[in-house]
């Protein structure tokens, strides 16, 4: 006895390629959005207090932090654009993350002429505690998306 059979295969390549990429897209940006909110929850702000700076509001750091996705890199960035945001994050002198300070002390005017002598200041992270404290979170994320039909 002989068979006669009539096979035709679909390859659905290309729509699955495009629908990770999306997907890619997708969990990314959603990345991006919870942990900037994350890290503006910790991000310390300064205030008249502790500036000396009368009538000073802060959060100028907080209102700082961004993210960004690339798409072709399969990436997202979150930080600031400010220059002390990495102070602030690692700290400096003696108590910079690893050892990584000016290990002598300094003076520095502030922006009522005022001068400071200073050994550095701790580490208040906000960045990495924000993601680190969420992983599981944003895997779940992952898994959400990904079970989505697009």
Partial sequence: MKFNYDIKFTDNTPQLLE???AW????????GMKV???AQLL???GTA?????????????KASLTYVVS???????????????????????IFAEKGNGRKTPWVWQDFNGKWH??????PRPFLRPAVENHIKELQEIAVEEGN???
């Fill in 43 to 45: 991000v310390p702000t």
């Fill in 71 to 93: 798409a072709a890199q399969k990436t997202v960035t979150i930080g600031s654009n400010l220059f002390y945001s990495v102070y602030v994050e690692l700290g400096t002198g």
């Fill in 49 to 61: 207090d502790s500036t000396g700076i009368e009538g000073y509001v802060g959060g100028a750091l």
């Fill in 148 to 150: 989505k039909e697009a």
């Fill in 19 to 21: 629908a990770l990429e």
């Fill in 36 to 38: 900037q909110d994350y």
């Fill in 24 to 31: 890619v897209e997708r969990v990314l940006t959603i990345w």
């Fill in 117 to 122: 002598f200073t050994r550095g200041m701790a």
